[in-house]
């Protein structure tokens, strides 16, 4: 890899995120601050704000841009097993530590701040729903999934109940209450015919 | 109705009830603090605190004591009928002004501060918990519930889908909406046997 000026940026860049969930780690989202995280990198404040508008935008940027592709779905041609692997791997980067309180101080901080809201929705809910509805409509098509089942509802009947735990109940979320969601959601809420 | 000390007690604790309401909506969450609640309300500081261990505390009594009964269940004997009239209730009291910025922040405030958290769950999550168990375990019974349906998720199934896009998505809580995912949830995700 050849250190040209554009490599050089994109270095800057992961040693800003790096030091951002470092610290983050470290110190807990309300005293983190875009100052602290320019002094550790040693880069410019203004480099950061250049970048990224607020520490919410940073922080949610750092820990999706080194994860990201943790988050992608596998296909096996199994959806079940598919959604019950792409969705444990989330609960485990998203909801535990060491980056579960922060993800959790960001959702609070959106409450109250537009703008992280609005950086939570595109940098992350978005392409998730983008990608689930994808790999969901994959498998409608190949009759695994209800054909008649409203894939715009999807990313909030399949992610709700976590966030009710994480947020709500503020239970830990195990891999076991992602598989007894996902069995009742296939399975549905209403009566089977008798056979 | 006689002026006992008793019922005097109880008209001060829901003119507070009611202070809390109407000066957090003048004046937004962040902003409200139980030393203006008891200034309008007239009332002493330790009167409040000696109830109330916390703002948030305070604010999730006011909206929950004065509006309680909204949130019951009714039992037409059609359980798909009677979901949707209570949470169609409980969208239009805690999704939508006035109350609906004020629980956003309480909830926001609830990543933060585990007392918040604690009093959400213990005053209104668990209470209505209970009362969904109560009315589906029935439903059940008359076989208008899959009868293999894990109760212990009902909530979580049923109001996770509302809390993601009131706090994620931050879209508003429709009617339409909680119509459309009763229906994906009472017929469920998995593919159909072909008649």
Redesign the interface.
Known sequence: MTDTPHRRGADRTEVIMRTTLELGQEIGY?KLSIEAVAARAGAGKHTIYRRWSSKGALLLDSLLSLHESDLDYPDTGDIVADLREQIHAAVDLIGRPPFGPLY??L??????DPRV?AA??ERF?APQTDKTVARLKKAQDQ????????LD?A???L???????F????EPLTHEYVD??L??????????PQP
Chains 1, 2 share one sequence.
Do not use: K
Not at 159 to 165: H, K, M
């Open positions: 309300a959790q101080a959702v609070g901080e959106a409450q109250y809201a939570l929705n809910i009759g695994q999934l209800a054909s008649g089942f409203d509802l990313m909030a009947i992610s709700g109940p976590l966030y009710f735990r947020l709500i109940t503020q007894r969601i069995d009742a959601l296939f399975v549905g809420m209403g009566p089977h």
